[in-house]
């Protein structure tokens, strides 16, 4: 399951949005290290059948070597933050992606330089920043997600996203998102403009639900922008306009989940003063 989950995200994926970097975050934090050798497994699987093709052009040993280290890699990571998974705040997440994504990427570019018998064109630092924020944005997006449906028991503030207002932000996110993919006519500034107000929305749940509003709006954001980002139709597809847009929602997104962690820990704090 988890190596068709990462295949078929994959498929989706960008080159500034690279989905089976989120996937292999989320499946770490939802799964016990007890079951981490068979997502192992997995990924391997995966990047058999990814990458067995490629040996004539690549090399055997990239094939083999190239991304073998990606998955004990980032499980280090996630085992090193692990006694803090349980504390009320939350801000924790942000250093697990930051160090997946630099560490990802390191090992990814490194391992290429060093076995691939036909190296990319693309000047190394464009492609470390590309996949660095590729990898983080996924994991912003997959990850949060992850923590939620794991925590999904003991949370009971779920009736207050029926409330008229997270209802309201909610739609005018879907709105706007809505917007720049279908309307006719749209110039790179104005579909540019209406990416970053979908930002707005995500501010008004962080406000009202703390962190968890933050774990779905920016996630949400992060997909609706993948979804109306062009692309050439080829695996791996990038686009500059996008790019820049997502290096701002990317500043944005980890301020919000920032700032709702603190704003879940004062109320927390402040429900244990009112306590009799």
């Not at 998974?85 to 930051?98: E, F, I, K, Q």
């Not at 009971?156 to 709105?175: I, K």
């Amino acid at each position: 399951m988890y190596a068709i989950t990462c295949w078929a995200a994959w498929r989706v994926s960008l080159d500034q949005f690279y989905l089976p970097a989120g996937i292999r975050v989320a499946a770490l934090l939802v799964c016990p290290p007890r079951l981490w050798p068979y997502l192992l497994i997995g990924e391997y699987a995966y990047f058999a059948q990814l990458r067995y093709p490629l040996i004539d052009e690549y090399g055997l040993a990239w094939v083999i070597l190239g991304s073998a280290f990606l998955l004990p890699a980032v499980a280090l990571v996630v085992y090193a933050h692990r006694k803090f998974m349980t504390a009320r705040a939350d801000g924790w997440l942000l250093s697990v992606a930051v160090s997946a994504a630099v560490i990802a990427t390191a090992l990814k570019l490194g391992l290429s330089h060093l076995l691939s018998e036909n190296p990319s064109s693309v000047p190394i630092a464009t492609r470390a920043v590309r996949f660095v924020l590729g990898d983080y944005i996924a994991i912003l997006t997959v990850a949060p997600l992850a923590v939620l449906w794991s925590r999904r028991h003991a949370m009971d503030e779920w009736g207050r996203w029926r409330s008229p207002p997270t209802v309201a932000a909610l739609a005018v996110m879907l709105g706007l998102g809505l917007i720049t993919a279908m309307a006719p006519g749209l110039s790179d500034a104005s579909k540019t403009s209406l990416q970053l107000t979908m930002a707005l929305p995500v501010i008004v749940l962080t406000c009202i639900h703390g962190w968890q509003g933050a774990a779905v709006g920016v996630p949400l954001l992060n997909i609706l922008i993948a979804v109306v980002t062009p692309t050439s139709g080829l695996l791996g597809s990038y686009d500059e306009r996008t790019f820049t847009t997502q290096q701002l929602i990317a500043i944005a997104g980890t301020g919000l989940l920032a700032l709702g962690s603190r704003i879940s820990r004062h109320y927390h704090q402040r429900g244990r003063r009112d306590l009799p």
